[in-house]
């Protein structure tokens, strides 16, 4: 029988901190970033009303206090709603708490929904992916599915993003298959979520300094690796001004363009690991 689990376990037990941990920052116009322990939430401000405002992704476990303090730095009352990337334990922490804490409904993509409304968890781990100590920890990250099943909702098939005018969803599958990115197209601002990262995710030594540098999905919870190649080229294709990604810090201009073409050209060299249980 499957085993879903309303919040995913405890993780204060792994040297998982970065020296960004806690530090929120504004990264583009009404765009906010905030990093809890090593993955970034992010909160978008509405244009057309400026007290109003969403959240992209929840954060690591027991982050709640943390994103609710900035929420209250940033903006005054709760947001009209959570808009998830993907599902995995690192992106949906607080999901269950402040879903209920502020009572609003939690959008993401209709292949996420059943890791996200108590019906399936997601595949293991891989430790077998090459590269890092953070790899070789991932057998004891979880897992599971939460059930969100009082507020999930589906983004709506048209692309657009609730209470976000100006904005859009893309599908952006092979780290996870309801992986979605958001992209305004006004000034070329893309929240990549975990389709590629702005720090090597596998190594712990550069997600603690948050030492940056493109690279491709994490790789010991990538499950597609064709599909994260055609979503990397994707939104390569857009050719964003600023990246802010689920991991590391937002990369903009020139360097940006520079190694998201790096990564396209060369994402089998780049990304791709030479041998794992998912690459086939």
Not at 259 to 266: A, D, G, M, P, S
Request: hydrophobic share 35%.
């Amino acid at each position: 029988m499957t085993h879903i689990q309303n919040e995913p376990p405890d993780m204060g037990f792994l040297p998982m901190t970065s020296v960004a941990n806690g530090i929120g920052e504004q990264i583009a116009p009404d765009v906010y970033g905030l990093t809890t322990q090593i993955v970034n939430v992010y909160f978008i401000r509405c244009q057309e009303n400026p007290s109003q405002y969403v959240l992209v992704d929840a954060g690591m476990p027991k982050s709640e206090d943390t994103i609710l303090k900035w929420a209250e730095k940033w903006f005054d009352g709760p947001p009209t709603s959570m808009i998830l990337t993907h599902g995995h334990f690192d992106h949906i922490g607080a999901a269950v708490t402040l879903a209920e804490e502020w009572n609003i409904p939690v959008y993401a993509h209709p292949l996420e929904i059943p890791y996200l409304n108590g019906d399936r968890n997601y595949p293991k781990p891989d430790p077998t992916v090459n590269g890092g100590l953070v790899t070789e920890l991932s057998p004891l990250f979880p897992n599971h599915g939460i059930n969100l099943s009082e507020h999930i909702k589906e983004l709506p098939s048209d692309g657009s993003v609730p209470g976000l005018q100006g904005w859009r969803w893309i599908h952006t599958p092979g780290h996870t298959e309801g992986h979605v990115s958001f992209f305004r197209d006004s000034d070329k601002v893309l929240l990549a979520g975990d389709a590629f990262v702005t720090v090597k995710q596998e190594s712990l030594f550069k997600v603690l300094t948050q030492k940056q540098e493109i690279s491709g999905p994490p790789k010991y919870f990538t499950t597609d690796w064709t599909a994260a190649k055609e979503s990397v080229i994707k939104l390569a294709s857009l050719e964003p001004e600023v990246a802010a990604t689920g991991h590391g810090i937002p990369m903009n201009g020139e360097q940006l363009h520079q190694e998201l073409n790096k990564l396209v050209t060369e994402f089998d060299q780049i990304a791709k690991p030479k041998h794992g249980k998912y690459l086939n």
